[in-house]
């Protein structure tokens, strides 16, 4: 089954009075293990990747990974930017395969806040990519990651979040009501009464970060006050650690093989358990059968050229380069004909990650400029497929 709206899941959960785990991956052994987690226990997941832990391993070496694994999968599966640190960092998510972004303006000022994150939505949207906006500020204490979100909390407010709904146009919301990112001692003193005030001034789904820490009780009374999905780390990363420290313990001369063989297997059965506490367990189907598929689109160019062979080659090279940063193209290509009697000698093959994309290409100033000034006076024998991939 191939991916699925991002919007669509959450917006089941919400309606549905359950939360859909957000799991950071930081290498193929959590991926591995959060795709098996989604398909034993037939539950939707968003498969996340924070810009924070870029460091930790080639974002687009990963996404290769991320997008195959969610594609060959049955389980309904969403992939996410966590914690982007600007436009071109969404740009750059959604043409990599993430179909939903999250660009952390929570940092600034209400105004520059508001104004990024309605730009990335403008962005975003205008691709069928699901946006998420956060308002207030979750800092992080003690745990893994924590050093990334300093400071103090800075709570959300009912009316400010209706504001930010309206004037941003997210699709959901990551809301502070207390939570903190990494692990802490003792459980957070959360909000309760503040996010059901929360979500009764916004109908859109809402986001909790700093999951790890929170006893079942608390998850439970977070999800039944609207919050459809839950961003989950730190423990999935103390769970990988402990295996290998455990391995460690037992054979001091193991190799990385060794050190490593059961890290998957620890990821998995913590992925297991907040996935089912979160009620998400057993929802595939349902999901599978309201959620709209994710599939990308080929936008595909056959031509023939008038102009000699460097000068087309050169156009061609410019539009790669100008069409390829497109927001929503996942990939811009070109090609000549092998056999010399084709009835077209050129093509382009222009990826979309959504239907969306479409008009949205087609209107980009960028496209237009190309289109009329390098590449239309000089193949006026063409034709323009757009497929579906089945």
Avoid at 12 to 26: E, I
Avoid at 51 to 61: G, K, N, Q, R
Avoid at 339 to 364: M, N, Q, S
Wanted: net charge negative; charged share 25%; with cysteine.
């Amino acid at each position: 089954m191939p991916l699925v709206n991002m919007t669509d899941l959450l917006v089941h959960a919400r309606g549905h009075g359950y939360a859909v785990a957000a799991l950071d991956v930081v290498s193929l052994d959590f991926l591995e293990a959060v795709i098996a987690a989604a398909e034993t226990c037939r539950a939707p997941v968003v498969v996340s990747l924070a810009e924070s832990h870029f460091e930790h391993y080639d974002f687009e070496l990963l996404m290769t990974a991320v997008v195959t694994a969610c594609q060959r999968s049955p389980a309904p599966l969403a992939i996410h930017l966590d914690h982007g640190a600007s436009l071109d960092s969404a740009v750059r998510a959604i043409r990599l395969g993430c179909n939903g972004v999250m660009v952390d303006g929570s940092h600034l000022g209400p105004d520059e806040n508001r104004a990024l994150t309605r730009t990335v939505a403008e962005m975003a949207k205008a691709c069928g990519v699901t946006v998420e906006g956060e308002l207030g500020y979750v800092p992080g204490e003690e745990g893994e990651d924590a050093e990334r979100h300093p400071g103090e909390v800075v709570y959300t407010t009912p009316e400010e979040a209706a504001d930010f709904v309206a004037a941003t146009g997210v699709d959901c919301l990551a809301v502070s009501v207390g939570t903190v990112h990494g692990r802490m001692r003792g459980e957070p003193r959360l909000d309760y009464e503040r996010l059901a005030a929360i979500a009764a001034a916004t109908p859109i789904p809402l986001v909790i970060h700093g999951g790890t820490g929170l006893g079942d009780a608390a998850f439970g009374r977070l999800i039944a006050s609207g919050v459809a999905k839950i961003n989950y780390y730190t423990a999935l990363a103390d769970a990988a650690a402990h295996a290998i420290r455990e391995a460690a313990a037992a054979d001091p001369r193991a190799g990385y093989t060794r050190l490593t063989q059961r890290v998957r297997a620890a990821i998995q059965a913590e992925a297991e358990r907040v996935i089912r506490l979160f009620g998400g367990a057993g929802r595939a189907d349902e999901l599978l059968a309201h959620c709209r598929p994710w599939r990308e689109i080929d936008h595909v160019i056959l031509f023939n050229a008038t102009a000699e062979d460097d000068a087309v080659a050169a156009m061609k090279a410019a539009g790669r380069e100008a069409l390829g940063a497109l927001p929503g193209v996942r990939e811009a290509a070109t090609g000549r004909a092998v056999t010399a009697d084709a009835r077209y000698r050129h093509c382009w093959l222009i990826r979309f990650c959504g239907e969306p994309v479409i008009d949205a290409y087609k209107h980009h100033p960028a496209h237009q400029a190309f289109a009329d000034e390098r590449f239309r006076p000089i193949a006026g024998d063409r034709i323009t497929i757009d497929f579906e991939r089945d």
